[in-house]
């Protein structure tokens, strides 16, 4: 079983819903980062969170410790939100190179 | 401020060929990272640099040496390709700010690299 596991792992939607991608893991972590990774194969960084809530424009990261699960909202969502979102968590404990990643979720956000 | 770069692009290498994809930074960051992607598998790190002078094995070094030149480069050496190397590779930084705790990694635009 992997370690970070998210899901769906495609997902479309139409222009204006509101979106949310799930991230769970079976180690005990440090943070978690949400990742975005453009159809021309650039990775950005959207959150690094280790508790609560971060919003940034449209988007909100949650996280919540104990059930071991993250969840990235999308609202008002518009077709350039189109990309692989990728979710990784810091093992507790491990240096900044052990994040380990999950397979990432493809969303299609249609006009 | 460019960020992270990477050289090449794209390549194309026949198998026991050697290469060097080259990373350079300009963020000040002490950490940097080297990971390949490939389809249906997530990230796969396989070398870090916590700071100049030092390297360590992630998931998957076998194949692949580094080096980091100072603090801002870090090479990533295949000695001897193989068609197993096919992948795309990201390489990473990242590095302390004011306030924060855990450090975002921030990544270069990938090398896509195919050896037949």
């Known amino acids: 079983k992997n370690e970070v596991e998210q899901s769906p792992q495609n997902l479309t939607a139409q222009e204006g819903e509101f979106i949310t991608i799930n991230c769970s893991y079976s180690?005990?972590?440090?943070?978690l980062h949400w990742l975005q990774q453009h159809p021309g194969g650039g990775i950005v960084s959207l959150f690094m969170l280790s508790s609560g809530k971060k919003k940034h424009g449209r988007l909100i990261a949650t996280i919540n410790i104990q059930e071991k699960h993250s969840s990235l909202h999308i609202t008002a969502s518009h077709p350039r939100d189109s990309a692989v979102y990728i979710c990784a968590v810091l093992r507790y404990g491990g240096s900044q190179g052990n994040l380990i990643f999950g397979k990432g979720t493809k969303l299609s956000v249609k006009p | 401020n460019a960020g992270v770069t990477q050289t090449p692009k794209f390549q194309v290498l026949k198998t026991g060929q050697s290469m060097t994809l080259q990373c350079a930074q300009d963020m000040n960051h002490n950490s940097m990272y080297w990971y390949r992607q490939d389809p249906g598998m997530g990230l796969r790190l396989i070398y870090y640099?916590?700071?100049?002078?030092?390297?360590d094995k992630g998931e998957v070094p076998n194949g692949y040496n580094v080096s980091r030149l100072n603090k801002r480069e870090f090479s990533l050496r295949l000695e001897s390709a193989a068609p197993s190397q096919t992948s795309v590779y990201f390489c990473a930084s990242s590095g302390e700010r004011r306030g924060r705790d855990f450090y975002e990694q921030y990544f270069g635009p990938g090398t896509r690299l195919t050896v037949t």
């Open positions: 180690v005990g972590i440090s943070a």
């Open positions: 640099s916590a700071s100049e002078g030092t390297t």
